[in-house]
């Protein structure tokens, strides 16, 4: 069933004759007015309007939307004129009172339709009465399936599986159909119709959208949970939760994923749980830099970030990645700003009446500064603690990155490099391995266990320097939230 035509029918048959379409798809919009138009019958047609050719119906200069108004109420015709750009020229005293006029004449049989399209909302004070206002919804699954066998009839010998069809056109929700036919005509002319090839062009669309708001970086997908050492807890958590993000899961009333907040020592993994689980559930990772939104740059914080929130949910279904959110929405500081308050307050209204398919994945480094009132259930479905890496999770982290770094793990002594990294962090072992790659690399050899000891020998780890944070931290998670990793059950709070 077309949405676009669902929408227009229900103020057709309250008999509105101003319809005011706010969507940027004119060519959609004429599509299904087209569609309404023949079931009106009486020679119902659609006519249109430009301030550059005037109405197309008409002969003279209507250029001047007074003019075409005016020419619209001399000799109207069954149908609808669609009006394209009188929203430039809407809040002008003669044109107010031309529409005001033309409902007037209308209202009562309500055949003569006159329909605003515009991407902008705009309508004067004097006329909301008047007006009656479509917030025109993105393109159904149908639709998205119709356009891309459309565009793949120009691309003989190519074509897209049918079992992708769902897949695609869940990938596709929030773009308009003419961005959707720019994706396909890219995916169908690069001759390869993989899965994967199709979503990172799809989300590649997406970053291309929510760059232009400036504070949402799109992050792309280079890892999966394979390649996260541990947090077997948090990992499986994801897993089971593959198949409930899905439009089928939204449809079929199935409890949908929310959020996650992931707090715990610095470098344990919170950051690559999020990149994990949106490659995972295959949608696109967007973060929001909250430097940015209180920066000023963009306007009132409050009004940049509730334009971020919007962006998000445009795209959707994705994943919405604020990394140390304690640092812009704690609340326990005495020095808290209006626009903290303010931005905190918006997000939690957000959090609680979002729509499906927006999962939020927080990070925290000190959970305490956060107030109750965000970590509390129904904001976040889960809050896991990370904490340090125990011996099975380090040998893990080991493996993963000597693999990434392209040398075969058995070719080392694990239990030497364990016993150099014991209270190191996952980020900590990476940098050493790294470290002692570029070393081997400037000699032209290849990475060894020397080049690795030489590297743990001279660094110190953040559970030396941070020993006092890190009890504190270890402290405040005891019994307040799920351990990421599956070791064995406390029975005190343990030391760093």
Known sequence: MNSVVEEIRSAVLSRHPLLYLQTPEEARVLAALETLASEMG??????????????DSEGGDTRDPVKAIQAILASPTPGFYVMKDLSEF????????????????????AKTHIAITSPLLTIPEMLTK?????????PSAAEFIEHLLAVQKGYPGMEIPKELYPQIALALRGLTLNEAG????????SGSVKETDILQQIFAEKELILRKAGFLEYIPSRMDVDMIGGLEILKDWAIKRQKLFTQDAVDSGLPIPRGILMMGVSGCGKSLSAKAISALWRVPLF??????VFSGMYGSPEAAFHRALKGIE??????????EIENALG?????????????????????QERPPLVFVAATANRIEALPAEIIRKGRFDEVFFCDLPTDNERTEIIKVHLKLNDVDPDDFDIKRLLFSTKGWTGAEIEQAIIAARIDANQEERTLNLDDILRHTARMVPLST???????????????????ASKAPPRTMVPDA
């Not at 500081?333 to 209204?349: H, I, M, P, R």
Request: hydrophobic share 45%.
């Open 331 to 351: 609340m326990t500081s005495e020095s808290v700003s209006a626009e903290q308050s303010l931005t905190f307050s918006s997000f939690l209204t957000w959090m």
């Open 287 to 292: 973060r929001l830099d909250m430097n940015l």
């Open 130 to 138: 008047e007006i009656c206002l479509i917030e025109v919804p993105f």
């Open 90 to 109: 809407i809040e002008r005293t003669d044109v107010v009172r031309a529409l005001r006029d033309a409902y007037l004449a209308f209202a009562g049989e």
């Open 465 to 483: 320097t941070m020993e006092e944070q890190i009890k504190a931290i270890r402290s405040w998670s005891y019994n307040r939230a799920t351990r």
């Open 182 to 189: 720019h994706v396909m005509h890219r995916v169908l002319g």
């Open 314 to 323: 445009s795209v959707a279904p994705a994943v919405l990645w604020i990394d």
């Open 42 to 55: 009486n020679g119902a047609k659609v006519s249109t309007w430009t301030c550059v050719t005037g109405l």
